[in-house]
């Protein structure tokens, strides 16, 4: 690992001149955008973040002070086994890819580009988050999240510039042209232009958007793109702690509501009542479904047939790598009324990935019924129907309940404030969002931590303001 070099890397950099002056180029141009895009009005403060010093599993991070802008951004490998082969699909068995192969040069860059320019776009949601934090505890998380994020970044554009010249080159610099929710030079995906300006949104899209991303990254990790998968194992150790954010920031507001809804009205006493809670999840939950593509999909075959894009957890969970004559049973919308198909399992790998994603979401769901249940709250909070509010897929361009059950359009628009977040919760939840920052307070509409960072005590002053 060489951590003293201008871009810290494990991959030999210095050996490589070409690319290490492609990508000196480009690190001017990533702090431009950092200082512009990144987190607002924070950017001198010291910040007490974790930095990656190794890969290995145990003892990859580093805790320390640092201001954001000269945070150790670095290219993060996991080592390369040697013999590595593809592990599933019609080349199954056969040695890795180490370069890209020709027939699949299209596909493989839109994959690394799409997947790229999710990280950028999540800091650039989330740059005005800092000045309304409920703690220092939290306002470092952010900052923890929005660092790493900046770290993917530059993981995707190092596989871009090392292995897609001049396309790649110019692919890198576009990440950083385009801007989450710029009508003219938006990011690729609608879930990454939503707004997230509070913090409920901001623990939402923790909980349900970077978990889409972690399925994205396992579905890579397993590539046989062998430079791909090795970046994406590296990328999966950070993005937990992500989703740890998402899904313990809402636990905690969970319990801080039940504790107001034993003491009288949740809104008079300034909680985010749990009906807007679950609006909210109903909204993040739906939308990052979204991001896993069509049901039926020529693509996802295609990828997986080429050995570029696997299952989840594909050498743990599946013996028949191959997968050729399978098939699937959906539930897709045939005439306006719902009937099932069989598909080849191939095509319907989106919707396999998606899957595996709904019964991890479950799991948080199920804490944070648990925090109801010790709490003597009998409410409970639920995920919708995956038919529900989606926009992308065999059920865009139709309408559903929070059930899944067929509704006409003048049905869903009657009932939709009471499923999804109206102008006015949203109203409601920003008149909630006051900074607290003072080492050890916390906002009154959410809980403390369970537990502090690396062993320090929620009272550790977290970033010095
Ligand atoms: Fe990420
Ligand atoms: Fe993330």
Redesign the pocket.
């Known amino acids: 690992m060489n951590l003293n070099e201008r871009i810290p890397n494990n991959v030999n950099l210095a050996e490589d001149k070409k690319l290490q002056r492609a990508l000196e180029k480009w690190l001017p141009n990533y702090l431009d955008w950092w200082r512009e895009m990144g987190p607002d009005g924070f950017q001198n403060k010291d910040v007490y973040l974790r930095t990656a010093i190794s890969v290995e599993p145990d003892g990859w991070a580093n805790f320390d002070f640092v201001k954001m802008p000269d945070y150790r951004w670095g290219i993060f490998l996991k080592p390369a086994q040697p013999g590595a082969t593809i592990g599933f699909g019609d080349n199954y068995g056969r040695p890795a890819y180490q370069e890209v192969p020709g027939e699949f040069r299209n596909s493989l860059r839109r994959i690394i580009v799409t997947q790229g320019d999710t990280e950028p776009a999540?800091v650039e949601q989330q740059r005005e988050l800092g000045k309304t934090c409920p703690s220092l505890y939290d306002l470092r998380n952010l900052f923890q999240?929005n660092v790493?994020?900046g770290r993917h970044l530059w993981a995707m554009v190092y596989l871009l510039q090392r292995y897609f010249g001049r396309d790649g080159r110019d692919e890198a610099d576009a990440l950083l042209e385009r801007r989450s929710g710029n009508p003219d030079k938006p990011r690729i995906l609608e879930a990454f232009n939503q707004p997230c300006d509070d913090w409920l949104n901001f623990f939402c899209f923790t909980m349900f958007t970077?978990r889409d991303?972690k399925y994205q990254l396992s579905a890579l990790a397993e590539s046989g793109f062998e430079p791909l998968a090795r970046t994406c194992q590296f990328m999966l150790t950070e993005?937990a702690h992500?989703m740890f954010v998402g899904d313990t920031g809402i636990n905690r507001i969970v319990k801080r509501t039940a504790q107001l809804m034993k003491d009288g009205d949740v809104r008079q006493l300034g909680g985010i009542p749990l009906d807007i809670i679950q609006k909210h999840v109903n909204f993040w939950f739906s939308y990052s479904l979204d991001l896993f593509g069509g049901e039926i999909s020529s693509n996802s075959a295609d990828f997986f047939a080429a050995g570029l894009k696997g299952r989840y957890k594909e050498q743990e969970l599946y013996t028949d790598h191959i997968a050729a004559d399978q098939t699937f049973t959906m539930t897709l919308v045939d005439d306006g009324k719902l009937s099932s198909r069989e598909v080849p399992l191939r095509n319907a790998l989106n919707e396999v990935l998606r899957g595996e994603y709904v019964k991890d979401c479950e799991k948080g769901l199920a804490r944070w019924n648990k925090t109801l249940a010790d709490a003597g709250i009998s409410d409970r909070i639920r995920l919708p129907n995956t038919r529900f509010h989606r926009h992308v897929g065999e059920y865009a361009g139709h309408y559903f309940d929070i059930d899944g059950n067929p509704i006409t359009a003048e049905e869903f628009e009657r009932r939709k404030a009471q499923w999804l977040p109206t102008l006015e919760d949203r109203e409601y939840v920003r008149s909630l969002m006051h900074p607290v920052v003072e080492p050890g307070k916390i906002a009154n509409w959410i809980a403390p931590p369970a537990a502090g960072v690396k062993g320090k005590p929620f009272e550790f002053e977290y970033v010095r303001l």
């Open positions: 999540s999240v790493e994020e970077d991303g993005e992500h």
